[in-house]
Each structure stands twice: as structure tokens, then as C-alpha cells.
Nanobody
Framework: VQLVESGGGLVQSGGSLRLSCAASGFTFSSYTMSWYRQAPGKERELVAT??????????YYADSVKGRFTISRDNVKNTVYLQMNSLKPEDTGVYYC?????????WGQGTQVTVSS
């Protein structure tokens, strides 16, 4: 099983980034996919979730990113994306991809996002 994140980097406040998470080794389409982030000295927090197609592909966003971030998935490419617009310095952190189905959880290695003011 692999979850490989990419797309992180350094961006100025107000800018945009698109994160990708390429999945392999499991039935991607049947898993709930999420993005989490962890800022220095803080706990890991849920940013956005997209449910499997079977459950309608419903999306969820943390209040702090609602209206600025968009999560999407491509079940052919086995990839989940996080489009991040209007970035703020408080969005800085390591962003992790997560795959979950029932009691099974997979994590990626994370990608650093730094937003300068």
C-alpha cells in the first residue's frame, strides 16, 4: 500500500497550491479519502474528506478552509486532490493524505506547505 503526496511548497499569502495524493495497493474507489494537516507544535487536524462513490462522493470541510479549499478524487487515476486557494499563513503545515475504510487506515508521508505573509 502506498499513498504518495506531492504539490506542496512555499507560496505567498493569497496564493494557490494543488496537492495530489497517488494511491496504490488497495481498492481506492471504495475508500474514504481525506487530507489532514499538522502545524508545528499542534495536533494533526482534519482538513477535508471525500467519501467513496458508493456513498455519493459527499465532501466535508473544516470550517477554517470552507470556501477556499476543494477536495476531489479521480477513481481512474487513483488520485485525490486538494485545491487550495486564498492561502493564509495559518494554513502552513505538513499535509497528509489518508485512506480509510471501516477499521483500516493508511497514511502518506506528508508534504510541506508554507504560506508566507
Amino acid at each position: 500500500v502506498q499513498l504518495v503526496e506531492s504539490g506542496g511548497g512555499l507560496v505567498q499569502s493569497g496564493g494557490s497550491l494543488r496537492l495530489s495524493c497517488a494511491a496504490s495497493g488497495f481498492t481506492f474507489s471504495s475508500y474514504t479519502m481525506s487530507w489532514y494537516r499538522q502545524a508545528p507544535g499542534k495536533e494533526r487536524e482534519l482538513v477535508a474528506t471525500i467519501f467513496s462513490a458508493i456513498t455519493g462522493g459527499i465532501t466535508y470541510y473544516a470550517d477554517s478552509v470552507k470556501g477556499r479549499f476543494t477536495i476531489s478524487r479521480d477513481n481512474v487515476k487513483n488520485t485525490v486532490y486538494l485545491q487550495m486557494n486564498s492561502l493564509k499563513p495559518e494554513d502552513t503545515g505538513v499535509y497528509y493524505c489518508n485512506a480509510r475504510r471501516q477499521s483500516t487506515n493508511y497514511w502518506g508521508q506528508g508534504t510541506q506547505v508554507t504560506v508566507s505573509s
